[in-house]
């Protein structure tokens, strides 16, 4: 059985930035090995095939937020 482990990441960037983490993360899905480290962490992720992808936009006033989520197992 699979030892569970958990990485989290917050931080705030310029839209540039984000778009190459988000390239990022497309290259990793099509490699098929996305990787996250930071200074003391790291975890290595293989999505197969069939994923579940949802994504959720809110606009509240003068705040956006988008969501996105993919799963699999």
Known sequence: ???NKEFEYESIQGTQSIGKY???L???FDKGKISFSS???SI?????NL???AVKA???GL???ISIKVTWK
Do not use: T, V
């Open 39 to 41: 200074d003391n962490d």
């Open 51 to 53: 994923l579940r992808f």
């Open 26 to 28: 497309m290259e990793g």
């Open 63 to 65: 705040k956006n937020k």
């Open 1 to 3: 059985m699979a030892k």
């Open 22 to 24: 988000l390239n990022a």
């Open 44 to 48: 290595e992720l293989y999505p197969n």
């Open 58 to 60: 809110k606009k509240k």
